[in-house]
């Protein structure tokens, strides 16, 4: 398994590799990986990758000021340990110095999907996920891209920012993995006392035997979590549904603690 | 010569091409081409590129409500006969319908380099050629991509974005190729009455001449022109210079009769 830091360094690699006829694959993550990450890496073997690229990369703009940049988890040692057992063939693990350099100015916004759910409650969330995921894309040449469906609302603006921009690469979007509680596995699940992690389960659950919005709210509240949105959306435009029913995702976002977790089923 | 007219077998032939190890150039035009454009696909030759993609596509984003996206000249048959002549080997015509698709919603901006100059005179104009060009380059995977300088900005907006996006391919930037009488080629001529046509040669003749901007500007009132802008900035960051000097560009916009020009000149 290759390392690269330097963006210029792994973007001749994969050049290479591209024109040697290798099929590549990018997962970008943050980093801190759990068996959600690695199911990512499952997938892009599946599909029959030559090359699987794992990026670690805690993206800087796409975190507001009063967000968790300085503190999200981080563990490059064993990201490194399980990228390899899992079978990526190289990891990209730039700085931010080297992804953004002096005088950076130039970011890519998608317009529509990012403006509701967490896109209305992280302003410029969406618009660093897609230009550094923009700047992946061009760095690693990847015929597909892999991504979780636990960030439903992030893979739906990647494709449609894929297709907007014309990236000649598939989007690959891989279910979500939970622990056996049910909750959804996230780097952020660190931050967790075991009584939190308890009540977290809320949300998975109410998700699983989803009835209503105002119930599910209702669930989450008596859990004792701070209910930010739980919306049911059109699974393809993500405007909202009345209704819900088939072709329709329903998405939450609550704090436990002080701790934001997302989760989402399409029904 | 190939012509194409889909994007996506745009990209297929463009894609198998580089996995054949050709090397490609991309020529980004607006069409109703003249010997500026031609001197761009002279460029790419002599920079050895195998395949010379040019582009024709008036591009509605980058042109303001009120400004002349449905009068600007087109001429299919015209530019196919000098993409010919020129040594292009492949033509891109797409229509506007399928490079902006429905609930199109993902753009690309520079936010740095657009702020002044016509991007000051012409909100969105930039952000409007960076997300075409951005497509371009993913439908056309070109090893370098050339430019006129007579878009001095444009030029510059580009080379950033590439920069900042990490794109995998070199901007090339061509000199400004002129009339007799110094008139910088540009489609837009053709709006010119022959009387204008004189009367905008104070443009390239103030510049060639140039000593300071408040003179250039006071010829260019005296031939009859509406000055939009006259500056003079660093060449590399577009940032205001009082003094003209080496590594300044002086760039003008003017208005002669209805018709906008631009011209420029690095000292």
């Given amino acids: 398994m290759r390392t690269f830091r330097d963006p210029a360094l792994m973007q001749r690699w994969c050049r290479e590799r591209k024109l040697a006829g290798r099929r590549i694959a990018l997962v970008p993550t943050m ?23 794992v990026s670690v990369f805690v993206n800087p703009v796409q975190f507001g000021p009063k967000e968790d940049y300085a503190t999200y988890p981080r563990d490059e040692r064993s990201d490194l340990a399980k990228c390899r057992w899992a079978g990526a063939t190289a990891v990209f693990l730039p700085t931010p110095e080297n992804m953004y350099l002096p005088r950076h100015s130039t970011y890519v916004n998608e317009e529509d999907l990012s403006k509701g759910l967490c896109g209305a409650r992280r302003p410029g969330h969406f618009r660093g996920v897609c230009t550094v995921v923009a700047k992946l894309f061009n760095l690693t040449h990847p015929d597909f891209a892999v991504f979780g469906q636990k960030d439903y609302q992030q893979a739906q603006v990647i494709r449609r920012m894929v297709r907007d921009l014309n990236f000649d690469l598939d989007v690959v979007v891989a279910p979500i993995v939970r622990e056996d509680t049910g909750l959804a596995k996230s780097s952020r699940n660190t931050y967790l006392t075991e009584e939190e992690r308890d009540r977290a389960t809320a949300i998975s659950k109410g998700l699983a035997n989803f009835r209503s ?39 939450v976002a609550a704090y436990c603690g002080k701790t934001r977790l997302i989760d989402n089923v399409v029904l």
Same sequence: chains 1, 2.
């Fill in 213 to 251: 919005v105002a119930k599910l709210r209702r669930d989450l509240e008596r859990a004792g979590l701070k209910v930010d949105y739980v919306e049911c959306v059109d699974a393809g435009t993500l405007e909202p549904r009345k209704k819900p029913g088939k072709g329709c995702c329903v998405l």
């Fill in 31 to 53: 980093g801190f990986l759990h068996e959600g990450h690695l199911s990512l890496i499952e997938a892009a073997k599946r599909r029959g990758a030559d090359e699987i690229v």
